[in-house]
């Protein structure tokens, strides 16, 4: 979600530019640096750059050079003397003069801009316009970035398909081995005494095992979030994936962890344990991804 661009135009003799910043962060936060005259501008320019970036954090700059004629400030003669003589009258000439000028100012009327409203009504939509241009740039970059990410995105969904088709296949595997492994402990056993085991006995118990190991749902959900997975990373999708990844990735890992629960098996353990690294990291890099 890193990215930078910016934008620049002449108004009226000022030169406007604005530039937009963005850092990795799992959620939206916007941070201005506007003149303080301009501040006024604060609300537009906030919900636009909301419209347009979902997640990061955006420092959005704007500079205006050779602004200050518009908007230069001048005293009311007219307005102050009239102040003045109303003092004079209320308070005779003595005490008036004793008055606190600098308070007079203050005073509605006195300061009064040259042409402050008109130029800023002309630089609320230059300004708009400009950011628009700023983000269009940004958002190239972070296209290009990415690009890049995806490919690492998609091998680690390849990491995770193929180590589950390897526990899939395993499953039988170790129910075959559990039943060998069964049968030899009794019949050592039994062969002490001059006994030998039933095959319904042992199928009972080679069952119970299956069914306390089961994994086979646990599989499919794990497929049906990997499937999602995949089809998020389609270029052709064309919405933002961060959050939904993230919660994703929350998912695969959950039934990654049912599933090392309910295997003992070593050769089951380690595949999970593979998965669990790659979801690792896609949770990690989701939260560059908007």
């Known amino acids: ?11 009226e003799g000022a030169l406007v530019a604005v530039e937009v910043r963005s850092v990795n962060n799992r959620h939206f936060k916007c941070t201005l640096r506007i003149p303080d005259d301009f501040t006024v501008l604060e609300a537009d320019i906030e919900a636009q750059v909301s419209r347009r970036l979902i997640r990061g954090s955006v420092i959005v700059t704007v500079r205006i050079s050779n602004a200050a004629a518009r908007i230069a400030t001048r005293i009311n003669g007219v307005r102050l003397n009239e102040y003045l003589a109303q003092l004079v009258e209320a308070l005779g000439t003595e005490e008036a003069s004793r008055v ?14 040259d042409g402050g409203a008109v130029f800023l009504e002309q630089l609320r939509p230059a300004v ?22 995806r490919e690492h995105l998609v091998e680690y969904g390849k990491v995770i398909r193929t180590r589950v088709d390897a526990i899939r296949l395993r499953v039988p595997e170790v129910i075959a081995a559990y039943q060998a492994r069964l049968r030899q402990r009794i ?8 006994k030998t085991v039933e095959p319904a006995d042992l199928l009972r118990e ?22 999602q997975y995949e089809s998020l990373l389609d270029p052709r999708f064309a919405e933002p994936i961060g959050r939904t990844m993230d919660f994703v990735a929350q998912e695969l890992l959950r039934e990654a962890n049912t599933i090392a629960s309910k295997s003992a098996d070593i050769g089951i353990s380690r595949q999970v344990v593979e998965i669990k690294t790659a979801i690792d990291r896609i949770k990690e890099q989701s939260q560059n991804a908007e």
């Open 1 to 11: 979600m890193t990215g930078f661009g910016i934008a620049q135009a002449e108004l």
């Open 100 to 113: 606190d000028r600098g308070q007079l100012l203050l005073l509605p009327g006195v300061v009064v801009e």
């Open 128 to 149: 708009l316009r400009l950011l628009d241009e700023a983000c269009d740039k940004l958002m190239a970059m972070r296209q290009s970035e990415g690009a890049a990410l």
């Open 187 to 194: 019949d050592g056993m039994l062969a002490e005494i001059g």
């Open 206 to 227: 080679v069952a119970i095992f299956s069914e306390r190991s089961d994994i086979a749902e646990e599989l499919v959900r794990l497929t049906g979030h990997l499937d």
